[in-house]
């Protein structure tokens, strides 16, 4: 009889062994797609387009309530928090194909003119003091790249340039990022792996990009 009695013991010591185990990984899993869908999101950098800001292989942490709280899977507003400002570095879905994520740089805002005209961008007819365009090709070429508009940013809207200037396509091929297709602001670096290099630590040639562990992005 005693040890009948130790046995049920002993397998109630273990369904709630494992139901306490499952609970904290049910809880852990829910936890984590909440903190996905509303708070943070990590994303990895797959082109140079915003070269030398962000790499190829760059991974970030990308926050998604600071542009207002909203619905997943619809990316619809529910809370409004604020509105991106100049130079912020967003991702978004990009407007032609909504289920790819792009990431550039907030170059013009609602209601504001822009225009490009041998390179330099101008705000509401004035030139953009520009600290972060990078280019490759000192001869301006005729086509958007180079000149573009004017055009005036539709309300609630954006216009977005990568800051590899030369190699970038961004609002001047395929317009404007809508507010509602705005998936947050990156603002931090957390690792970097290079597609060529060495294991070793100390080489500037290293698979492992360790001085951009930690860089913040935010202006």
């Known amino acids: 009889m005693k040890n009948a009695v130790e046995t049920s013991s002993d397998n109630l010591k273990r369904k709630s062994f494992v139901r ?7 809880v852990a899993i829910i936890l984590a797609l909440f903190i996905r869908a509303f708070v ?3 994303f990895k950098i797959p082109s140079g387009s915003m070269e030398p800001t ?3 292989g760059d991974h970030i942490l990308v926050n998604k309530f600071i542009y207002g709280i909203r619905l997943p899977i619809v990316n619809k507003e529910i809370i409004p928090i604020k509105s991106p400002k100049l130079f912020d570095i967003v991702v978004f879905q ?3 194909d909504r289920s790819k994520d792009f990431i550039k740089r907030v170059i013009g805002l609602p ?3 822009v225009q490009i005209i041998n390179k330099k961008i101008y705000i509401n007819d004035a030139p953009l003091n520009d600290p972060y365009g990078s280019f490759d090709d000192p001869h301006p ?3 958007a790249r180079d000149n573009f508009g004017p055009v005036m940013v539709p309300p609630h809207s954006y216009f977005v340039m990568g800051d590899n200037r030369d190699h970038s396509h961004d609002s001047r091929f395929w317009g404007f990022v809508d507010s509602d297709d705005l998936v947050g602001e990156a603002f931090i670096i957390y690792w970097s792996w290079r597609q060529e290099g060495n294991f070793s630590i100390e080489s500037s040639e290293s698979y492992i990009r360790w001085n951009r562990f930690g860089k913040l992005l935010l202006q």
Do not use: M
């Open 141 to 143: 070429v005729a086509g």
């Open 94 to 96: 990009y407007p032609n």
């Open 40 to 42: 943070v999101q990590a």
């Open 20 to 26: 306490e185990y499952t609970e904290a990984i049910v």
């Open 54 to 56: 962000l790499l190829i």
């Open 111 to 113: 209601l504001q003119k």
